[in-house]
């Protein structure tokens, strides 16, 4: 049976530093302001979406690599669903699962083209393309191999270890034969992330002995996959051997200030010929498929790990759990439970 109504989360207002109270809203919709599918268009609902620090940059009114979101406009975000309609010619079927940029809400119209079939096998679910089959599995994969180009035997750091791309991250790196060190912010990530991902060493990075540690620990690194800049950004910039190469995937520490702080350390990188460069995962969408069988076969043997922070109470929960990204309340990959999974039949429209 059709719901009357679904709810969506709006943009209200852009936030200077943080995300505000009223940043968000929720409005509540007829379902039958939906529409039927047209051609080559489905009928979703949303059982999952996704939250990432790029969210921040997303309701910022500046150039980026994707245009702001707009006042009034669904948030942006990417979710996992299940089709339960469709329309003339789609590609799809009900009861088949997708993942898309469909944003938050519990139920959208979507043409096919911008949908993608979830391929589930043995050791693989839905959620999983939330995470190490989507965007953050992708993330570390290419900030990893084209960016970090790391090497066996070489010293790699990751800020942000215990995040969804940090934890994947340390587990491509492990694979490549790397010596891989994690920065997180408290003891028990630090000790999931030694004694569950099997890293060399995890630093506190809030600890008042971190940079001594750290200096004493590694020394001198190879590759620095960077998810914090800031400060840390900085002093990593005074611990690079010859020829390192710094990824730079994102700046959570930055991304509520109006005025981020400039770099000072930035002469090092001509003194050991290293390079920062900055990536975006959609510049690889050609090499999608190599990285997604090797790491899906990861997850269906085990060797690749995943952990979830899972935020129940449907889709109005998003804006109230987004804060944690960047307060580090999150281990794993940051998720929110919009629905049960339906039960559907044909419908075809």
């Known amino acids: 049976m059709e719901p009357q109504t679904y709810k969506r989360i709006v943009l209200n207002s852009r936030p200077v530093g943080d995300f505000e109270p009223d940043t968000f809203r929720t409005e509540v919709l007829p379902f039958t302001s939906l529409g039927k599918p047209g051609k080559q268009e489905a009928l979703v609902q949303c059982t999952w979406i996704s939250l990432d620090p790029a969210m921040r940059g997303f309701v910022r009114d500046a150039r980026s690599y994707l245009p702001p979101v707009q006042i009034g406009e669904t948030m942006r975000a990417q979710g996992v669903g299940v089709v339960i309609a469709v329309g003339e010619d789609s590609k799809l079927k009900v ?100 004694k569950e991902l099997g890293v060399e060493k995890a630093f506190n990075y809030k600890s008042s002995t971190f940079l001594e540690d750290f200096k004493n620990s590694v020394g001198y690194l190879d590759v620095y996959f960077d998810n914090v800049g800031g400060d840390i950004l900085d002093f990593m910039l005074t611990r690079l051997n010859k020829n390192a190469r710094i990824a730079l995937c994102g700046a959570i520490s930055a991304y509520n200030s109006a005025k981020p702080k400039g770099l000072q350390a930035y002469l090092n990188l001509i003194s050991q010929r290293a390079k920062i460069q900055g990536f975006i995962v959609f510049d690889y969408v050609k090499e999608y498929p190599i990285a997604l069988s090797e790491m899906g076969k990861g997850l269906a043997s085990g060797k690749i790990k995943r952990r979830f922070h899972v935020v129940e109470g449907g889709i109005e929960q998003a804006p109230k759990a987004l804060p944690l990204l960047f307060t580090g309340g999150n281990t794993g990959k940051l998720v929110v439970k919009v629905s049960e999974e339906p039960t559907v039949g044909p419908s075809k429209l």
């Open 95 to 194: 009861g088949d699962y997708v993942t898309g940029s469909w944003g938050m809400t519990e139920y959208a119209l979507v043409q096919d083209k911008i949908l993608d079939k979830l391929e589930l096998y043995p050791g693989v679910q839905p959620l999983d393309y939330l995470n190490t089959l989507g965007t953050s599995g992708l993330t570390a994969y290419f900030g990893l191999k084209k960016i970090g180009e790391i090497k066996p035997g070489e010293k790699l750091v990751i800020s942000g270890a215990a995040g969804s791309v940090g934890v994947i991250a340390c587990q491509l790196g492990k694979a490549a034969g790397a010596k891989v060190y994690a920065i997180a912010g408290s003891p028990d990530k630090c000790e999931w992330l030694e």
